[in-house]
């Protein structure tokens, strides 16, 4: 007898034989046709061999908050100058990839050029945030994953959430639950436009805990929140809505995971 699992991985694997029949996979980079067995590598579905090497992992030394890479070797944890003096309602950000090069240009695709057949190859770099080892040490199956919320205008302006698509991704690879627990109550335009501190007093109240998540019997109550967003640059964005899950709704652990640091 079949389980349910052994149909879908069945069924999955006829699928991807028929797609690549049709349409042969193409790297995300270069486009060049990926050979046969380059999907044995873990990135080998989306990137040929050169352009995996070309994507600038984020690797240790970086700062134990904001996840900011150092040069050099530093072999004790540290606080960036940026983070020294500044509360976050997160416990610590971490990202896979640094924002440059073709991880940059990925995310860029994705979000602006509405490119959602990206979601896999972005989920798939998502993943490596979890590596970190402060992560690692956790049962994460326990952990719920939140999407930095998109107003509604926005949303429907770039016609899909893209760090609910990235949640939805990595749920299906690692069965850690992905809720929409937060929603964006205001729309704020051309945001890049303003200063920082116009910026910040803009996040301020900017998000809200949606029905079902609210009161005293919020099911984060207590619970621990991987917060997904696609590239963490200044973590205003984050902070804003750590702070609405911790406040709100009680949780009680709040870490950011990005694709890319910016
Ligand atoms: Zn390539
Ligand atoms: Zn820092």
Same mark, same amino acid.
């Given at each position: 007898?079949?389980?349910?699992? %052994?149909?879908?991985?069945?069924?999955?694997?006829?699928?991807?034989?028929?797609?690549?029949?049709?349409?042969?996979?193409?790297?995300?980079?270069?486009?060049?046709?990926?050979? &046969?067995?380059?999907?044995?590598?873990?990135?080998?579905?989306?990137?040929?061999?050169?352009?995996? /090497?070309?994507?600038?992992? #984020?690797?240790?030394?970086?700062?134990?908050?904001? =996840?900011?890479?150092?040069? =050099?070797?530093? /072999? +004790?944890?540290?606080?960036?100058?940026?983070?020294?003096?500044?509360?976050?309602?997160?416990?610590? $950000?971490? $990202?896979?990839?640094?924002?440059?090069?073709?991880?940059?240009?990925?995310?860029?695709?994705?979000?602006?050029?509405?490119?959602? +057949?990206?979601? =896999?190859?972005? =989920?798939?770099?998502?993943?490596?945030?979890?590596?970190?080892?402060?992560? %690692?040490?956790?049962?994460?199956?326990?952990?719920?994953?939140?999407?930095?919320?998109?107003?509604?205008?926005?949303?429907?302006?770039? /016609?899909?959430?893209? +760090?609910? &698509?990235?949640?939805? %991704? #990595? $749920?299906?690879?690692?069965?850690?639950?992905?809720?929409?627990?937060?929603?964006?109550?205001?729309?704020?335009?051309?945001? +890049?436009?303003?200063?920082?501190?116009?910026?910040? /007093?803009?996040?301020?109240?900017?998000?809200?805990?949606?029905?079902?998540?609210?009161?005293?019997?919020?099911?984060?109550?207590?619970?621990?929140?991987?917060?997904?967003?696609?590239?963490?640059?200044?973590?205003?964005?984050?902070?804003?809505?750590?702070?609405?899950?911790?406040? &709100?709704?009680?949780?009680?652990?709040?870490?950011?995971?990005?694709?890319?640091?910016?």
């Amino acid at each position: 007898m079949l389980t349910l699992a %052994q149909v879908r991985q069945a069924t999955a694997t006829c699928w991807r034989a028929w797609l690549d029949a049709v349409y042969p996979r193409m790297c995300r980079v270069c486009d060049k046709p990926l050979p &046969e067995r380059d999907a044995l590598r873990p990135l080998g579905e989306w990137f040929c061999k050169d352009c995996e /090497e070309d994507l600038d992992k #984020l690797e240790p030394p970086y700062c134990k908050v904001c =996840g900011q890479p150092y040069e =050099g070797m530093i /072999e +004790s944890e540290f606080r960036c100058g940026n983070c020294a003096d500044r509360k976050f309602f997160f416990d610590f $950000a971490v $990202a896979g990839y640094q924002a440059e090069g073709s991880v940059r240009e990925l995310v860029h695709q994705f979000k602006y050029g509405k490119d959602i +057949s990206l979601r =896999g190859a972005l =989920g798939d770099l998502l993943q490596r945030a979890l590596q970190d080892p402060r992560l %690692q040490k956790e049962d994460l199956r326990g952990w719920c994953l939140v999407p930095v919320p998109l107003h509604r205008i926005r949303e429907h302006e770039r /016609e899909f959430n893209q +760090s609910w &698509e990235l949640c939805r %991704q #990595l $749920a299906r690879r690692t069965g850690i639950p992905a809720l929409q627990v937060l929603r964006r109550k205001h729309h704020t335009d051309k945001q +890049s436009r303003l200063t920082r501190a116009q910026r910040l /007093e803009n996040l301020r109240g900017a998000f809200a805990l949606r029905r079902g998540f609210q009161g005293p019997e919020s099911p984060l109550k207590n619970g621990k929140v991987l917060l997904v967003d696609d590239v963490f640059t200044t973590g205003a964005t984050t902070d804003a809505c750590a702070r609405v899950l911790r406040r &709100e709704g009680g949780a009680q652990k709040v870490v950011v995971i990005a694709v890319a640091r910016g």
